[in-house]
């Protein structure tokens, strides 16, 4: 775990190293030239252009596969008693809230911080293949359609990716029903292709340093020094959103877990410290138990039932930083969505928060928000630059989650008395 863990922060410095070491090598090239002129430009573009498209081709059996199985664990978890059918019924009350929060968080915060125009300008030069979607005139009827596809196989391969999602969260709650002996196979089928896809995205993001400077490179020649500010300006405001969402828990927590404001803070803070400095909220859970009993007068028995579910299928900021990354590139490649558009994205950042709770950081970038990104019809190819300045942003992430685990534990406790 330790070395995974080692590898996996390595491999975001050389990402992030990458994409600085691009954005200066394409300023540099926009200003000075670059050898081998436009020949050389297509090559590294075509390059950065080859490594994305290997990540999208996993996104499809992966998105599937981890629905069904997602579906599969909420289900064994709901029907292990009424404490943990309680406390799923509040996780997915909670994420349905956090998504329409995502979607009023980014349109103001866009609107009180816009993207800087002529930085927006040069990245729309990158001319990016454009995402199936409904299109921003779609009527209401047609995305009514796309909910429930006549052909699922058909679907996944035109990237309708909500009509999919649907279907991947019918199939995993039929399955949940059946005998025994024929959901077991089944659903550790579907846990051998997620595993299967994880394997081939983790092979992809081993030269992901290649990929994101030979893509940033295009950026740089384009875009200039002016990516820059943008992608600071995108770590900003989705850590922001995670920062707000978060918040919203002390009050949630003194009103429906009747504790007092100071007395939740205090439980949290040792919590969100390892949080901050571990950026993994299964790190945090001992912590979290800890305080939960011993601070916030939760029994042992809840905390150690309700906080492992809430670390295994419950994350809040999921949504909330996955819809922001999908409504920025909107904004920044001068998309409008549609309202069955926005509607599309919220339901598949529903569903999809679902299956990929538990997934490596990087994989879990695009395989949550490469659907959404899909659904609204937004383009994929920023994601990559977006990835390699995700370790901010993540931070907030998991302080977020941390602080909605703590609040849910002591709302579903329903101000009982501590064990002794």
Known sequence: MKSARSFLTS???????????????????????????????????????????????????????????GIASIADAARTGRLALKAVAWFGGLIVFATMYAVAAAYGLHALWPIDPEGARLL?????????????GAPFSEFLKTIAPSNPIRAAAEDAILGMVVFAVFFG????????????????????????MIVIVRWVLSVAPLGVFALSIG?????????????????????????GIGLIFYPLAVIF????????????????????????????????VERAVDELGVKRATAGLVLPLAVAVFRITSPVANLGVAIYCAHLFGLEPSAGQLFAAMLTAVLISIGTVGLPGQASFFASIAPICIAMGVPLELLPLLLA?????????????????LAVVRIVQGGEAASD
């Open 124 to 136: 729309l030069a990158i001319k990016p293949e454009g995402a199936e979607g409904l299109g921003a």
């Open 219 to 243: 950026v740089g020649l384009t875009a200039g020094a002016s990516a820059a500010g943008v992608l600071l300006h995108y770590v900003a405001l989705i850590s922001i959103a995670c920062i």
């Open 389 to 405: 300045v995700e370790v901010v942003p993540d931070i907030f992430r998991t302080l977020g989650n941390v602080t909605a685990d």
């Open 11 to 69: 491999l975001s410095t050389l990402v992030l190293l990458s994409l600085v070491l691009g954005l200066v090598a394409g300023a540099a090239a926009q200003r000075w030239g670059l050898p081998g002129g436009h020949v050389t430009a297509d090559l590294i573009q075509a390059l950065g252009q080859l490594w994305l498209n290997a990540l999208r081709m996993t996104i499809i059996p992966l998105v599937f596969s981890l629905l069904v199985t």
């Open 257 to 288: 877990g009747r504790v007092s404001l100071g007395r939740f803070a205090r439980a949290a803070a040792p919590a969100q410290v390892v949080a901050f400095s571990t950026q993994s909220s299964l790190a945090s859970l001992p912590v979290m």
């Open 173 to 196: 709650f039929a399955a949940s029903g059946l005998p025994e002996r024929l959901r077991v196979p089944l659903i550790t089928f579907f846990e051998a292709v997620g595993e299967t």
